[in-house]
């Protein structure tokens, strides 16, 4: 339960069946619908808090192939891209703008849908959020020293959780739910798996595993995964992340101190989240699917740093797809 919850996406198709007469079309126009404002929502706050180029802001929000890909199915990732784009720009406009009860309940409501469906991605969100929290009751002086030190808390508190709730131990949760995938994938017989390591329940078990574990989730698949067709277009999106990686650092642009700020924040959310994933979860087909709401974030860390001006007098042939605005 601590991972995910197959009941939440059973009772949501039940209550769906009232109207769909039990016609498994309009559930999943129903789900896309709701993959496809969850998406919108989530443009909208990379609109209004990075300011990136409209552009680089539509493919990051709508045009990633592993967001559509498994968005577009009877899937838990669909009520998370939901809540996900709903809850960060709801929470944008709670910070930045006066009291409104709409937006309050909209943060509630969006923040128990991911507590429910998948609580590890709030949970990966948190040491963002408490960081952008201090820098906003504070200065923006010292941010990298401000982001290590939020980390170090937050690591703190981790373990002060196992010790005072010993029967909650996290890192015993985390070995067992990668005990689960392993028996799983062997008696599945399952061609993508790639580790069959148990975890220790303890911190030497964590960081023995912890960097493979990141490593699989953020570069993976590479040449010699392709044991099933639906690996082959994650490799291919590797790829292009790849390539915006190498533009970002030859077109590379400074952040300025803000900016630098919420870059960091996605960092964290990115490797706390892979983390995560990557320990519990050591079958590559799984992988490929739960790393989904990583990879908007990721694309627009990459948007975040090239400089359009020095692109378009560069290559003076896309400056119709850069001056556009949206």
Same mark, same amino acid.
């Given at each position: 339960l601590f991972f995910n919850d197959n009941r939440t996406i059973i009772r949501l198709n039940a209550m769906l069946m009232f109207f769909s007469f039990k016609f498994y079309f309009v559930h999943m126009v129903f789900m896309c619908f709701l993959a496809f404002i969850g998406q919108i929502a989530l443009f909208k706050f990379f609109r209004?808090?990075?300011?990136?180029?409209?552009?680089?802001?539509?493919?990051?929000?709508?045009l990633i192939h592993s967001v559509i890909f498994w968005s577009s199915g009877i899937l838990k990732e669909v009520i998370l891209l939901f809540g996900l784009g709903f809850f960060l720009l709801a929470l944008k406009n709670v910070v930045t703008k006066t009291i409104s009860i709409?937006?309050?309940?909209?943060?509630?409501?969006?923040?128990?849908?991911?507590?429910?469906?998948?609580?590890?991605?709030?949970?990966?969100?948190?040491?963002?959020l408490l960081f952008l929290a201090w820098?906003?009751?504070?200065?923006?002086?010292?941010?990298?020293?401000?982001?290590?030190?939020?980390?170090?808390?937050?690591?703190?508190?981790?373990f002060l959780f196992n010790?005072?709730?010993?029967? #909650?131990?996290?890192? $015993?949760? !985390?070995? &067992? %739910?990668?005990?689960?995938?392993i028996k799983i994938a062997i008696a599945e017989k399952a061609g993508s798996l790639i580790s069959q390591q148990e975890m220790d329940s303890g911190v030497k078990g964590l960081c023995t595993i912890l960097p493979a574990s990141i490593f699989n989730v953020l570069f993976r698949p590479i040449p010699g995964d392709f044991h099933s067709m639906i690996i082959l277009p994650s490799f291919f999106e590797n790829l292009i992340f790849y390539f915006l990686a190498i533009i970002s650092?030859?077109?590379?642009?400074?952040?300025?101190t803000e900016k630098s700020a919420l870059l960091l924040s996605i960092l964290s959310f990115v490797l706390i989240l892979s983390a995560v994933i990557g320990l519990t979860t050591p079958v590559l087909g799984a992988i490929v699917r739960y790393k989904m709401p990583a990879l908007p974030f990721i694309a627009i860390l990459f948007f975040? #740093?090239?400089?359009? $001006?020095? !692109?378009? &007098? %560069?290559?003076?042939?896309?400056?119709?797809?850069?001056?556009?605005e949206i």
């Open positions: 209004d808090v990075f300011c990136i180029h409209p552009f680089f802001n539509v493919i990051s929000s709508f709409r937006w309050w309940i909209i943060l509630v409501v969006s923040c128990l849908l991911l507590c429910t469906i998948k609580i590890y991605v709030i949970i990966a969100l948190i040491p963002s820098l906003k009751v504070s200065t923006n002086k010292a941010i990298l020293l401000k982001f290590i030190s939020i980390h170090i808390v937050c690591i703190s508190m981790v010790h005072f709730f010993s029967e #909650l131990n996290i890192f $015993e949760l !985390i070995s &067992n %739910k990668r005990s689960d995938f650092i030859i077109y590379f642009k400074k952040p300025d975040s #740093l090239i400089d359009v $001006e020095k !692109i378009k &007098n %560069k290559f003076p042939m896309v400056n119709k797809y850069l001056t556009h």
